[in-house]
C-alpha cells in the first residue's frame, strides 16, 4: 500500500521515520550514558568514602574498641541529610575470620554471626573478599540481587585486620536517573514537534515538481498542454533536467501533431480537389451539349413566350452550374503578366464599394516596391478572394487591415477582422468546397484560395481568437527576378 502512495506523502513520511528513528537513538544513547554517569560517580564517591572509614577505623580495631567502630561506621549516617541520595543503606565490619565484628544495624547483624545467614548475598562477598588483594576498594555486584557492595580491606602495616563492607540499593540513583531522562524525553519531544513539520514541510516541496510532472505528463493521453499552462520546477539538478526533457518532448509532440494534421489536412484537401476535378470534368460534356442545344434552339424562331421563359430559365441554371464547375477547375497554366504595384492598389479599388456598404474601416498597407514574377491575375484573385472572406465575417463599423510586403524570397499576403472568431472545429473543414457556404453563394472563395496557393507553392495558414481573425498568405518568388 505505501508504494502506491504519493510522493506528497512517501518523502515527509520517510523523513518523519528517520527524524524519529534517531531521536529515540540519541534518546537513549543519551539516557544510557546518564546511567553510567550515575552509577561512575555513586561507585567513586562510595569507594572514597571506604578508603576515609578504612583509615579512620584501624586504630580503634587495633584496640579492639568496638563502641568506637560503632560510632565511626555509624557518624555517616547521623550526619545525612535527607537530599543526599548517595547514603549506604548498611555498613558493617567482618573481622579476619568473615564473622560479624560490628554492623550499624545490629539486630539484623549480630556480633559474631555468619552474615550469609541474614543474607545470601554475603555468599558471593565472601569469596570476593578471599579474591580481593591490595586495600582498595572492590565493587561486588551478586547475580540477581537488588543490591550492589562496596568491599575495602582494612590493612595496618600490611596486616589484614577485617573487611569494610557498604551495602548500596540497586534503585538508590533512580530517582536522579528518572528526573535526567524526562527532561531528556521532553527535549527530544521539543526537537520532534519543531523538525517533523519542517520535514513534511519540505518533503512537499521536494515532492511538488515531481507531482506537478506527473499531473502535466497525465494530461499528454488526452491534450498537449500550452507552454503557458506549464510552470516546471527550474533548476540544474536531475528534476530540473527531467522538467527540460519533458518541455523538448512536449514541444517535439506538438511539432509531430501539427506535421501530421499538416499532412491529413493536404491529403484530405487533395482528395476533395480530386473528386470534385473528376467530377466537374464529368459534369462539363453533357453541360456543353445542354447549352448547344439551348444556343440553336435560340437560333431558330419561336414566338412562344412561355417557350422563351421556359428556355431562359433553363439557360441561367445551366450557365450557374458552369461558373461553379469552372470555380472547381482553378488552372494556373494560363499566362499572365508579372505582379505590379498597380495591381494590388486595383485590388483594393475593386472591394472598396462593398467595404463602403458596409461601413467597415479599411487599414491598407501595401509596402512592395517592384513588380514581381507572380502571376497578377492569380495573385489577385487569392487577395480579393481573403478581402471578401474579411469584409462578411466583419461586424458593421467593423475593421479591416490588409498589409502586402515581401521579404527575402517570399510575397506575404496578410489580411485580418474583428468578428467573430473561428472555432477549431471549423478550421479543419475551412478551405474544403461548399462548406461555408457563405462566399459567392456556393463557399468556394477559400476553396479557391487553397488551390491557388497550393499550385503557386506556397503556404496559407489561419491565425484565429476572439476579435482577430488573421489570414496569412506567403508565396515564393521565383530566383529568376527575385
Given at each position: ?380 484573385q487569392i487577395l480579393i478572394n481573403l478581402l471578401l472572406n474579411a469584409l462578411h465575417a ?89
Open positions: 500500500m505505501f508504494r502506491n502512495l504519493s510522493f506528497r506523502h512517501k518523502i515527509p513520511l520517510r523523513g518523519s521515520v528517520l527524524i524519529i528513528c534517531t531521536a529515540l537513538v540519541v534518546t537513549a544513547s543519551l539516557m544510557f550514558r546518564a546511567y553510567e554517569d550515575l552509577k561512575h560517580d555513586l561507585l567513586q564517591n562510595a569507594g572514597s568514602m571506604g578508603r576515609v572509614l578504612a583509615h579512620t577505623l584501624t586504630p580503634a580495631i587495633l584496640h579492639d574498641d568496638v563502641w568506637r567502630t560503632y560510632e565511626i561506621i555509624n557518624s555517616p549516617f547521623q550526619a545525612s541529610t535527607k537530599a543526599n541520595t548517595n547514603q549506604a543503606d548498611e555498613i558493617m565490619i567482618l573481622d579476619a575470620k568473615q564473622q560479624i565484628y560490628v554492623s550499624t544495624h545490629p539486630k539484623q547483624y549480630p556480633m559474631l554471626s555468619d552474615p550469609a545467614h541474614a543474607n545470601p548475598d554475603h555468599v558471593f562477598l565472601q569469596q570476593a573478599i578471599v579474591e580481593s588483594r591490595g586495600s582498595e576498594p572492590t565493587v561486588v555486584e551478586p547475580v540477581g540481587s537488588g543490591k550492589f557492595y562496596i568491599v575495602t580491606p582494612i590493612v595496618s602495616d600490611g596486616a589484614p585486620l577485617g573487611t569494610l563492607v557498604m551495602e548500596y540499593s540497586r534503585s538508590m540513583f533512580l530517582p536522579r536517573f528518572y528526573d535526567i531522562a524526562r527532561r531528556a524525553v521532553a527535549i527530544t519531544l521539543l526537537a520532534l514537534a519543531a523538525l517533523l513539520p519542517m520535514s513534511w514541510y519540505w518533503g512537499w516541496r521536494m515532492a511538488a515538481p515531481l507531482t506537478q510532472l506527473a499531473a502535466y505528463m497525465d494530461k499528454i493521453g488526452q491534450t498537449l498542454p500550452d507552454d503557458s499552462e506549464l510552470q516546471l520546477y527550474q533548476s540544474r539538478d536531475e528534476i530540473g533536467q527531467v522538467g527540460v526533457a519533458f518541455k523538448r518532448m512536449l514541444g517535439e509532440l506538438k511539432e509531430k501533431e501539427s506535421l501530421e494534421r499538416q499532412i491529413f489536412f493536404s491529403e484530405r484537401l487533395a482528395a476533395v480537389g480530386r473528386l470534385a476535378a473528376g467530377i466537374a470534368h464529368e459534369i462539363n460534356n453533357p453541360l456543353g451539349g445542354m447549352l448547344n442545344a439551348i444556343s440553336t434552339f435560340k437560333k431558330h424562331d419561336n414566338n412562344d413566350p412561355q417557350t422563351l421563359k421556359t428556355i431562359a430559365l433553363l439557360e441561367r441554371g445551366l450557365l450557374q452550374i458552369k461558373d461553379t464547375i469552372a470555380a472547381l477547375l482553378v488552372e494556373a497554366k494560363f499566362q499572365s503578366h508579372p505582379l505590379s504595384v498597380q495591381d494590388i492598389e486595383d485590388t483594393r479599388t475593386l472591394v472598396l464599394s462593398d467595404i463602403h456598404q458596409k461601413a467597415v474601416d479599411l487599414a491598407w498597407e501595401n509596402d512592395m516596391l517592384d513588380t514581381l514574377p507572380l502571376p497578377s491575375t492569380l495573385v489577385r466583419a461586424e458593421y463599423h467593423g475593421h479591416l487591415r490588409c498589409h502586402i510586403y515581401r521579404d527575402s524570397s517570399h510575397l506575404i499576403l496578410s489580411v485580418e477582422n474583428d468578428g467573430k472568431h473561428i472555432t477549431n472545429e471549423q478550421l479543419d473543414y475551412l478551405f474544403e468546397p461548399f462548406v461555408t457556404g457563405q462566399e459567392n453563394g456556393h463557399g468556394l472563395g477559400l476553396w479557391v484560395t487553397y488551390q491557388i496557393v497550393q499550385q503557386l507553392k506556397g503556404e496559407i495558414s489561419v491565425k484565429s481568437q476572439p476579435g482577430e481573425t488573421r489570414f496569412i498568405v506567403s508565396l515564393p518568388i521565383p530566383d529568376t527576378l527575385a
